[in-house]
């Protein structure tokens, strides 16, 4: 057997013994570093709060929190909390001031685009009080100026906040620790020059008592005019997005008279569903009901951007009696005015009666509806003669024996009463006052108690009533 043997040089043994170092060295590093790792995923697990309930969230929940720091709020010099929610993942647009049909006064989050009843919207984790019935927290309540964060987790959180979070949790996190004095005032306007948006915060705090307490009282005034579509060259006018021909409503000016008789005679033949075949819907020119009719264009009148006023005042302290005691206090009072502006109000084609000695019945017209083409046995006869017509011009009223009535479908706009015009005033008030601390390292306690008030007022301009429309068309004199 023939044996082979190494002999390892100085520089080779140097060289292992190196390596061997520097292993153990980067094994004593590794180790350090995990130790270290481990005791910053305990701190971390206290430091952030979202939420009532949740110290972290990432932690204890499947979905993950978005955080909308106030860096990104002043970025965006964003007006109301609505706009700032826009690009969160998981968020649709909801109600705000580029919503006009539609637009109750209040804007609203909406989680996942399920509904904006389905989710919570907390102010410091806690509840505010609600805008309406369905328990929905108006966003235009929300004092931006102080607002810290937005934390928005958008996924179900029913085992945690409750039946209403189905969709979600959202909650404005403001500053506890503001001191000093800032004044914000920005103003907005399209390309155009038109739309002001003005916005202006004042917001002053102060630290004492060697930093243990801290106050701060913001008071804000929004402002915005209205844009309207009929000042842009392409939406004058309404285009379908199918056919891409011009639309509109068929309620017009002059009036659209329909029924189930045409306003023509002499028309024997009709058709399999009763009416002639030159009958159907006419329109009111120069005294007479032609064929053909115009569609009334709405979109001149309505708008873009709703005309918004905003006041609100938000004040809160909090002071730490000692390590452990913590008591606090908020208060919130907002009033919120928005206009909603539509097109003319009218008769949509409501049934109504008009006597054929009526003043402001042109003779014309009155002929045609006499000429009303009736069923009967299968025979097609004039609803009234001409002679029965002519007495029936020349009554003097309900009593008279020759007085008659004819029955259609009116369609009218009043544009003499101008635009339809909603004007919404909401008014929110919201106090808070409790105490927290904690027993332990891991227990914490919060006693609080809260009164809020609101309520929202609706006043309707120039809208007209079908009675009056049914009232007028009865005159006799």
């Known amino acids: 057997m023939k044996t082979t043997k190494k002999t390892l040089s100085s520089a080779t043994c140097l060289q292992s013994l190196a390596l061997a170092g520097t292993a153990v060295a980067m094994l004593s590093s590794t180790a350090a570093f995990a130790q270290t790792a481990e005791e910053d995923a305990a701190a971390d697990q206290t430091i952030v709060v979202t939420g009532s309930l949740i110290r972290n969230p990432n932690l204890e929940q499947a979905n993950p929190v978005n955080v909308t720091t106030s860096d990104a709020i002043e970025l965006k010099q964003s007006n109301t909390a609505e706009e700032v929610l826009r690009e969160v993942p998981g968020i649709v647009p909801n109600i705000g001031t580029a919503v006009n049909n539609g637009n109750g006064g209040s804007s609203y989050v909406d989680l996942r685009g399920l509904g904006s009843n389905r989710n919570i919207v907390l102010l410091d984790g806690n509840r505010i009080v609600p805008a309406d019935l369905a328990g929905r927290v108006d966003l ?29 949790v959202v909650n404005f996190v403001t500053k506890k620790d503001f001191a000093g004095v800032d004044l914000s005032v920005g103003e907005q306007i399209t390309g155009k020059g038109d739309g002001n948006y003005l916005r202006s915060d004042l917001t ?46 068929g309620t017009g000016v002059p009036a659209r008279i329909t029924g189930t008789r045409p306003l023509i005679a002499g028309t024997t033949t009709p058709n399999t569903d009763g009416t002639v075949a ?42 730490e009696i000692s390590d452990s005691v913590e008591v606090y206090t908020r208060g919130l009072f907002s009033k919120n005015t928005i206009d909603t502006i539509i097109a003319p109000s009218g008769s949509f084609g409501g049934s109504v009666t008009m006597n054929l000695n009526n003043p402001y019945m042109p003779t014309t017209l009155r002929n045609q509806f006499c000429a009303f083409n009736t069923a009967t046995g299968g025979a097609y006869t004039p609803l009234y003669s001409p002679a029965i017509c002519a007495a029936a011009a020349t009554a003097t009223g309900p009593s008279d024996p020759n007085y008659r009535t004819v029955t259609f479908n009116l369609s009218r706009r009043a544009t003499e009463v101008g635009p339809r015009i909603s004007n919404y005033t909401s008014t929110v008030f919201d106090y808070r006052v409790g105490a927290r601390g904690a027993v332990s390292s891991s227990i914490n306690w919060d006693v609080s108690a809260a009164y809020g008030e609101s309520d929202k007022l609706q006043a309707i301009k120039n809208y007209t009533l079908q009675s009056r429309w049914r009232q007028a068309l009865l005159a006799n004199n």
């Open 278 to 319: 030159n009958g159907g819907t006419r329109q009111l020119q120069n005294g007479a009901a032609v064929g053909t009719y115009q569609f009334f264009n709405f979109n001149p009148y309505n708008i873009f951007q709703t005309p918004f006023k905003r006041y609100n005042i938000f004040a809160q302290a909090n002071y």
């Open 140 to 168: 235009n309540n929300i004092p931006l100026a102080l607002v810290s964060r937005v934390d928005a987790l958008t996924g179900a959180a029913v085992t945690t906040y409750g039946a209403d979070a189905i969709t979600g």
């Open 204 to 249: 002053i705090g102060a630290n004492f008592d060697d930093g243990r307490g801290n106050a701060v009282l913001s008071i804000g005034y929004q402002e915005s005019d209205p844009v309207y579509q009929g000042d842009r060259d392409f939406s004058v006018f309404g285009i379908d997005s199918y056919s891409g021909t011009l639309g509109g409503s």
